[in-house]
């Protein structure tokens, strides 16, 4: 066990610092180093109880697990975060038994699974905080779902691609994998608690999973970027105009209001025939990374109006809108003789898809037929 926490102690320490010192400084990061450093102190002081002195009864360290995981999952997932002091409450339960901890410091509140359900002054004690911890770790383990998953589902309408930097699948993961670590300790622990076989303390085995998944949470997080102001290229531009500056001559000064809804039916009219007329003509659907933002700058339109006659007014998320496009492009160019030197792959990269897999699923989505079929029964026509 020794062996475990110099080894987990050595790299949540070294991850820690390398993530809290990584640029551009986000507050992301910040909170993903301050998750790890803590985990890093938690280790010290198991190591400090196993080999020196019981340093403090009560282990309420973990109760900071589940909030910072959580916030760092917002962070990573919202275009402009902002800190909220009511984001101080996720932190209640540690602060109430750090009270407790400093109150009992030289009582024999618990020692790990022995005597737990002894009937002392202080068995109420240890059942509440078990039950408050399953359901802090519960709970705050499906809020970090519940968050990513939304935001699997936002991308779709600010980006035309998916990659692995923005869609946080690793941390999806990963999550899941430290939430069921939790699980299985919880079962031993009360395995043991009732029948008192187990050769360890439960409690210990959660240090074996923290070594390992704190290792792949620094290496993962110190390559991922930040996802709004690095990958999607976030810029805060909701005041740039509303419309073309060929379109404001044929609307009224005081119909140019397009800030949450209230467009009028010929602005939408006018704004979706511009956003079509664009996309045939200049192809901006050609860039594998095409984002709401780059068309927004493009076309002149703010991205939450933007926004609103994709989603509002063309029936189709930003996401559907430009690989529609694609996959008319990829029609074109199978038709044509000057692409025929090209693989599939190969005319599908150039007409703006970044991966095999997407553009396969995208490809028969749209066509009901795989790229190879719907080149096939092409070609038995043109024979």
């Not at 240090?207 to 690095?230: A, D, N």
Request: charged residues 20%; hydrophobic residues 45%; neutral net charge.
């Amino acid at each position: 066990m020794e062996e475990i926490l110099y080894i987990g102690i050595a790299q949540t320490l070294f991850s820690g610092i390398i993530i809290a010192l990584k640029k551009p400084r986000t507050i992301a990061n910040q909170i993903l180093a301050a998750w790890l450093l803590i985990i890093c102190s938690e280790m010290i002081i198991m190591l400090i109880n196993e080999t020196l002195f019981e340093l403090y009864p009560i282990k309420i360290m973990p109760f900071t697990y589940g909030p910072l995981l959580l916030l760092y999952a917002k962070w990573m997932t919202t275009e402009n975060p902002k800190f909220n002091l009511r984001y101080l409450w996720h932190f209640a339960p540690f602060t109430a038994f750090l009270i407790a901890s400093l109150i009992y410091i030289n009582e024999p509140v618990m020692h790990g699974t022995d005597g737990f359900l002894v009937v002392d002054r202080f068995v109420s004690f240890r059942i509440v905080f078990a039950i408050t911890f399953f359901i802090s770790i519960t709970a705050y383990s499906v809020a970090t779902f519940v968050v990513i998953h939304r935001h699997q589902r936002k991308l779709k309408e600010l980006v035309s691609y998916s990659s692995e930097k923005i869609t946080l699948k690793w941390l999806l993961g990963l999550s899941i994998t430290f939430y069921m670590g939790y699980v299985i300790m919880f079962i031993f622990g009360g395995i043991d608690i009732l029948v008192g076989f187990m050769p360890f303390d439960p409690y210990e085995l959660s240090f074996i999973s923290l070594t390992l998944l704190t290792f792949l949470f620094g290496v993962f997080g110190f390559h991922q970027p930040s996802i709004f102001e690095e990958v999607v290229w976030y810029k805060s531009h909701e005041e740039l105009l509303d419309l073309e500056p060929d379109l404001k001559s044929d609307v009224k000064p005081d119909a140019i209001k397009y800030k949450r809804s209230g467009l009028r039916q010929e602005d939408v009219a006018d704004l979706v025939n511009k956003i079509r007329k664009y996309m045939v003509i200049k192809k901006p659907y050609l860039d594998r990374d095409l984002t709401i933002y780059n068309l927004s700058d493009q076309l002149r339109i703010s991205r939450h109006t933007l926004s609103e006659v994709i989603n509002e007014h063309m029936g189709m998320n930003f996401y559907n809108l430009v690989n529609e496009y694609r996959v008319k492009e990829v029609k074109q160019r199978m038709k044509d003789e000057d692409y025929r030197q090209l693989t599939i792959l190969g005319i599908a990269y150039d007409s703006g898809f970044n991966s095999k897999s997407s553009f396969n699923t995208i490809f028969k989505e749209k066509t009901g037929q795989t790229p190879s079929q719907y080149l096939s029964e092409l070609n038995a026509k043109n024979s």
